[in-house]
């Protein structure tokens, strides 16, 4: 009896201390995704005058709203509205918070099982201080790479990232049909825990991000979406005037 009870301890000990080095659920990585407003628009009808990347999520490889309970509080980030509301803003309810509920629901709740995003505010304001780092809008214009009516290359636009970075990022297009051009809509940059960057490619698996889906309140999924996009198709990357090419 004491023995079994002893086996028991120590079973339990080894399973716990094995937990402790690998927990099940945490997350690897963090994808933070752009998207090109004119694009989303296009797709959403709805009306967003901004020509600049802004951000769409900060996402963990692992989980989908872990904690349920944990609601969005506005308060808590009241510092950060006035960034949230020009570097993250809600393209089809441009006065509402409900982006910012749904993406913390959805990613943040679970991005917080590490100590470095544990509150709304630092997981806000990371994402925030990620984005302005990359400052993705800047460096693509810098390197010629604009709203245009002419067509790009896809090695191109890549090119210039990776060049940049250093790391392979994953970008994402719209396909409109029947048409042999594809519309760059979303470029996502990858890091690692550490908030070091991380190539995209290495196999980010969940389903919501490999299907391209709209990973948002509305099921774009049936208009569309993104996928990630052709190699060898010109890309479109739309000026903020044209919104009836679709
Ligand atoms: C879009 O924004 C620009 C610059 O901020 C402004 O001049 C223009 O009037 C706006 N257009 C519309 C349709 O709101
Ligand atoms: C929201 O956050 C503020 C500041 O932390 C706090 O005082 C308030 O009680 C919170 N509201 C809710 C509904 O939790």
Redesign the pocket.
């Known amino acids: 009896m004491r023995l079994c009870s002893a086996l028991l301890v120590c079973l339990a000990a080894a399973l716990s201390s094995a937990f402790v080095i690998s927990p099940p659920h945490m997350w690897t990585k963090l994808i933070l995704t752009h998207h090109w407003p004119t694009t989303f628009c296009s797709m959403e009808h709805c009306h967003a005058n901004i020509s600049s990347w802004t951000l769409h999520g900060l996402w963990p490889d692992k989980g989908i709203a872990c904690d349920p309970s944990w609601?969005f509080?506005s308060?808590?980030i009241e510092d950060l509205l006035p960034d949230m509301k020009k570097s993250w803003p809600d393209l089809l309810k441009p006065t509402s918070s409900e982006f910012w509920k749904y993406e913390w629901h959805k990613h943040g709740t679970c991005a917080a099982k590490a100590e470095s995003l544990n509150s709304q505010h630092k997981y806000f304001g990371k994402a925030l201080e990620l984005y302005h780092k990359l400052d993705l809008d800047s460096i693509l214009k810098k390197f010629d790479i604009v709203p245009s009516d002419k067509y790009y290359a896809f090695s191109q636009i890549e090119g210039v990232i990776e060049n940049f970075y250093g790391v392979k990022p994953k970008i994402q297009c719209v396909h409109p049909s029947k048409n042999a051009f594809q519309i760059l809509g979303q470029i996502e940059i990858c890091f690692h825990s550490d908030f070091t960057l991380l190539d995209c490619e290495k196999e980010i698996t969940m389903e919501t991000f490999s299907k391209g889906g709209w990973d948002g309140p509305v099921g774009v999924d049936k208009v569309g979406g993104f996928s990630v996009c052709d190699h060898d198709m010109p890309v479109y990357y739309p000026p903020l005037k044209s919104n009836t090419y679709m």
């Open positions: 609601h509080n308060s808590e």
